[in-house]
T-cell receptor, first 111, second 110 residues
């Protein structure tokens, strides 16, 4: 079964607002990656987090890896229409050793 | 530098037909992967190849076979297509963790 869970599944955001999507694993992750997929497109790598408690920023995007390495979050500030798409987290679980993707958070931005 | 390429982009099959999805990468990566993407399910790993000459099953391998022809190419074969295999198929390659995805093949099995 799916060990990497993402919430929410859908997120409607007004342009200019902030939002956060969360990724949780039932087991410890050796690392966590985030990908973005535009409608009709393919997943594109955004970032990888490896260390417990790690925080990385890319312009308006802030990524965090939990202290226990079982959860992660992506926070987007001042959402723009270019942020539309589905955001996937993917982690390598110790039990399997391969990248396992969450189901994704689909983001819709209202102008 | 084309990255990861996939053919065909779209395909419609009848139940029981066979076909091969082609994937090639020009980044000299050792690892290559085949995923399927279904609504609400994220990406699920079908097969992967850690290096030329090796292949291993992923999470959902039933009904599929793969061939790592050389370092560049990794093909996915459906021997007898079933409606449950209707999906979008992505090939990916990776080095040092980051995965690079191809544009995908949209397959419908009637």
């Amino acid at each position: 079964g799916q060990q990497v869970m993402q919430i929410p599944q859908y997120q409607h955001v007004q342009e200019g607002e902030d939002f956060t999507t969360y990724c949780n694993s039932s087991t410890t992750l050796s690392n966590i990656q985030w990908y973005k997929q535009r409608p009709g497109g393919h997943p594109v790598f955004l970032i990888q987090l490896v260390k417990s408690g790690e925080v990385k920023k890319q312009k308006r995007l802030t990524f965090q890896f939990g202290e226990a390495k079982k959860n992660s979050s992506l926070h987007i500030t001042a959402t723009q229409t270019t942020d539309v798409g589905t955001y996937f987290c993917a982690g390598i679980t110790d039990s399997w050793g391969k990248l396992q993707f969450g189901a994704g958070t689909q983001v819709v931005v209202t102008p | 530098n084309a990255g990861v390429t996939q053919t065909p982009k779209f395909q419609v099959l009848k139940t029981g037909q066979s076909m091969t999805l082609q994937c090639a990468q020009d980044m000299n990566h050792n690892s290559m992967y085949w995923y399927r993407q279904d609504p609400g399910m994220g990406l699920r790993l079908i097969y992967y190849s850690a290096s030329e000459g090796t292949t291993d099953k992923g999470e959902v391998p039933n009904g599929y076979n793969v061939s790592r022809l050389n370092k560049r190419e990794f093909s996915l074969r459906l021997e007898s297509a079933a409606p449950s295999q209707t999906s979008v198929y992505f090939c990916a390659s990776s080095e040092l963790g980051q995965q690079f995805f191809g544009p995908g093949t949209r397959l419908t099995v009637l």
